[in-house]
T-cell receptor
């Protein structure tokens, strides 16, 4: 089974802090994604990476950056956390050859910014 | 043009009943329509998916109905069980791309 692991399940940070969310997948998938989930808004794509060191902006990249130095690891960075970034963050991966919408998700990182 | 509209927002169904969740899309370039199921505290998991060349796909108690001309698709859960209580997301994507557009989600509660 594909496993996508988000190491931090719950975080509480203060406004202005730098926040790192880590995601690791164990299936050698090339594509990795960061989504944000908010009630009534569904899942919205923040950034994705189609290969090591490659990254592309999604639909809501403002206030976020990402890093992908190794194939299995994709990090989401909030340079200066703000209260409107309080949310559930979901990491996903996808194997090459699968449909674009065939994603494997981690269990999520719930971030609260005070 | 990129939106996927999902309804209802929440749904309560008696055990044994049929749960129906509807979605509508705008972009006719979409060619893959998955449904994801999410239990509390877990990430979404792919439940069932359909492509526009078929009008229906069934897997166990779960069926997707697809109406290409109306740009609508729906999830039917037959003989709904309390264990089906979860949030369901419809989505749409285009082969060769990287973006999946998700609906807002439907919280289903199946009463025992």
């Amino acid at each position: 089974d594909v496993k996508v692991t988000q190491s931090s399940r719950y975080l509480v940070k203060r406004t202005g802090e730098k926040v790192f969310l880590e995601c690791v997948q164990d299936m050698d998938h090339e594509n990795m994604f960061w989504y944000r989930q908010d009630p009534g808004l569904g899942l919205r794509l923040i950034y994705f990476s189609y290969d090591v060191k490659m990254k592309e902006k999604g639909d809501i990249p403002e206030g976020y950056s990402v890093s992908r130095e190794k194939k299995e690891r994709f990090s989401l960075i909030l340079e200066s956390a703000s209260t409107n970034q309080t949310s559930m963050y979901l990491c996903a991966s996808r194997a090459p050859g699968l449909a674009a919408g065939e994603l494997f998700f981690g269990e999520g990182s719930r971030l609260t910014v005070l | 043009q990129q939106q996927v509209k999902q309804s209802p927002q929440s749904l309560i169904v008696q055990k044994g009943g049929i749960s129906i969740i509807n979605c509508a899309y705008e972009n006719t370039a979409f060619d893959y329509f998955p449904w994801y199921q999410q239990f509390p505290g877990k990430g979404p998991a792919l439940l069932i998916a359909i492509r526009p060349d078929v009008s229906e796909k069934k897997e166990g108690r779960f069926t997707i109905s697809f109406n290409k001309s109306a740009k609508q698709f729906s999830l039917h859960i037959m003989d709904s069980q309390p264990g089906d209580s979860a949030t369901y997301f419809c989505a749409a994507s285009k082969d060769g791309g990287f973006k999946t557009i998700f609906g807002a989600g439907t919280r289903l509660f199946v009463k025992a």
